[in-house]
């Protein structure tokens, strides 16, 4: 007898998924330890929203993509071809445009942005953006010296623009043509007939930018505030990496700040399992207090509402100051049905034809 106890043999369902923003979730080493616990190991490949919608699904058991757009075009697909689906949103995460201090506060100067406050005579970390008036300011591409950024210290002699991911893949690019496009339109999700007309006069806007892969990485580097004024993420993004931060050094990163825009913008990511054995996934998803979680300290805002105050009651314990956006007083910029969202891309950027 060697004296070692031995186990019985736990099997291990595989599962293979396709994702995009949500890739950080399935690859953090908490949440693979968790899975493992439940019998899953999970294998993903990372694309853009729109990749995901648009490509293959053979061989996947799932898909994450981070909208609804997306998300409903597989609905679509999957029930016109008698497939099966099921969906659901275990979290979500609003668009925001990250930038630095010297731009937010150059934005402020303009009437542009507004601080929220903050305590304890902190700087702030959020502003609120007025899209209308921001879209107005840089229609004539105006750089940020023109703009005044000199004043506070870093002048930058770039065109003023929200970079995004490309939109032909993207749903967080996706997400924010939509925002773009809703303030452009009197705070209207443009319907099929206005498309033309709307995506015209926000062409010129969405085209000045370069789009990038890897834009997190970016701005959270030493070059972010010279390459990435204003990069498009999500908000889970930017407070894992204050967490981060703050577990490394014991205070918060005051440099980076958020711009959330006056007509907020959810992400709304949908879990769509392709076959039953990836039900099971699914439920973990929206029921495993672990997983749950760990989707809180990951940055997301778990679902459904009552769930609400996880995510502030999480970041005060670990000194982070929690965004204070008035969300539910304010119109919400709603994203397009995703074939209007689809001739609005076909508008403003060719990109590959979504499969019949």
């Known amino acids: 007898m060697s004296g070692k106890l031995l186990l019985p043999f736990q099997q291990v369902t595989t599962l293979h998924g396709r994702l995009a923003s949500i890739g950080d979730f399935f690859e953090d080493p908490q949440v693979v330890r968790i899975l493992r616990k439940h019998g899953l190991r999970v294998e993903v490949s990372l694309a853009g929203s729109r990749q995901v919608a648009t490509g293959s699904l053979e061989g996947l058991d799932f898909v994450f993509p981070s909208g609804k757009p997306a998300s409903d075009l597989i609905w679509d697909l999957r029930h016109r071809q008698g497939l099966y689906e099921n969906s659901s949103q275990p ?39 007025d899209m209308t008036k921001f879209l107005k300011r840089t229609a004539d591409s105006p750089s940020w010296d023109d703009l005044g950024v000199a004043r506070h210290g870093l002048p930058n002699g770039n065109a003023v623009v929200a970079q995004t991911s490309d939109i032909c893949d993207s749903n967080s690019a996706d997400s924010y043509l939509s925002l773009v496009a809703f303030a452009a339109n009197d705070n209207r999700p ?35 505030p010279s390459t990435d004024p204003i990069a498009v993420l999500y908000e889970h993004q930017y407070l894992a990496y204050q967490a981060g931060y703050q577990a490394a050094r014991g205070e918060v990163d005051t440099e980076r700040v958020l711009l959330y825009p006056k007509s907020p913008s959810r992400s709304q990511p949908h879990f769509i399992a392709l076959d039953r054995k990836a039900d099971r996934l699914g439920t973990l998803l929206g029921k495993d207090p672990e997983l749950r979680r760990r989707a809180t300290e990951l940055g997301y805002q778990i679902l459904p509402d009552d769930n609400s105050q996880a995510l502030d009651r999480y970041l005060d314990s670990r000194h982070i100051p929690p965004p204070n956006t008035p969300v539910n007083d304010l119109t919400e910029a709603k994203m397009p049905p995703w074939d209007v969202l689809e001739d609005m891309i076909a508008a403003v950027k060719p990109c590959p034809a979504v499969p019949d």
């Open 91 to 129: 979290f979500e995460s609003p668009l925001v445009l990250a930038s630095f201090r010297e731009y937010a506060e150059t934005l402020v100067d303009q009437g542009i942005a507004v601080p929220q406050p903050a305590a304890d005579g902190q700087p702030p970390l959020y502003y609120t953006l």
């Open 190 to 224: 443009p319907t099929e007939d206005e498309v033309p007309d709307v995506a015209r006069r926000i062409k010129g806007l969405l085209l000045q930018q370069s789009p990038s892969d890897d834009l997190y990485s970016s701005y959270t580097s030493a070059h972010g």
